[in-house]
């Protein structure tokens, strides 16, 4: 007998805005909110998230990382793609990924007068994150650095 998973009600997922970036640099992502649904399903081999931008939200500050596969699908609303190719326009049904290790900084940002929703999905490694746009970087195993390995 094949086993399934069952439906997840998001009304009982927490949601949150928490980010873990230095004050001067979570102004954008203020208006992202966010539900962890791995957990939340008994997932470990992955994560996933359902998120919501409010209009001016941004998804992170554009980033990629060395040892994380990444990837989107927008449900709702519209978001821009900004990554090293310029900027993508973002639909319900698009699919972006990111492959470790790439180099290419990607963000998602709402730009419109609506929320935006997708499910994000990766799996989160010990590797280090790059942040091209800013003074930050987040090293494997340790917290947010400004690039000359200072802390905030």
């Known amino acids: ?28 992502v203020q208006g992202r909110w966010y539900r962890r649904l791995a957990p939340a399903s008994g997932i470990s081999d992955f994560g996933f998230s359902h998120v919501t931008l409010e209009p001016g939200a941004w998804s992170a500050q554009r980033h990629w990382h060395e040892g994380e596969d990444e990837f989107v699908v927008m449900l709702a609303g519209e978001a821009v793609l900004v990554d090293d190719a310029g900027e993508t326009r973002m639909l319900p049904g698009d699919i ?57």
């Open 1 to 28: 007998m094949e086993a399934t998973l069952p439906k997840l009600d998001l009304d009982t997922i927490p949601q949150t805005n928490a980010t873990g970036y230095p004050a001067e640099f979570a102004g954008p």
């Open 96 to 152: 972006a990924a990111f492959a470790k290790g790439d180099g290419n900084g990607h963000v998602l940002q709402n730009r419109g007068d609506a929320p935006c929703i997708y499910v994000a999905v990766g799996r989160p490694s010990a590797s280090d994150c790059h942040y091209p746009d800013i003074d930050m970087h987040l090293p494997a195993g340790q917290g947010f650095q400004r690039k000359d390995g200072s802390s905030f």
